[in-house]
């Protein structure tokens, strides 16, 4: 199995608002959620079951910073078949990419 993969990134949101925004890229990117917590700021959702899909976890820390930003630490694992190496950039570009329209 591929190492875990991690990354950490600062938003200027509250943590409620990136947390739907999380909510909102996951979606977009067709995952199932398996276990959210608004008010602990975690998510952890799969991507790209099947039969023989690759299939990948990512698990999401948004960490209140003050009333304005967040901070998020993202955490992909594979699941099976060695996973999608790709998804954690997939996820983030997607983040940053509704992040950046409001």
């Known amino acids: 199995m591929p190492r875990p993969q991690i990354a950490q990134r600062t938003y200027h949101l509250s943590s409620y608002m990136l947390f739907y925004e999380c909510i909102a890229a996951l979606g977009h990117m067709r995952a199932r959620i398996e276990a959210e917590d608004n008010e602990r700021g975690t998510i952890v ?58």
């Open 45 to 102: 959702a799969t991507i790209g079951e099947g039969v023989l899909a690759p299939s990948s976890e990512l698990s999401l820390q948004l960490t209140p910073i003050d009333a304005e930003r967040t901070e998020l630490s993202a955490v992909w694992r594979a699941r099976a078949w060695g996973g999608d190496r790709g998804l954690l950039a997939a996820f983030l570009q997607l983040l940053d990419s509704s992040v950046s329209r409001r």
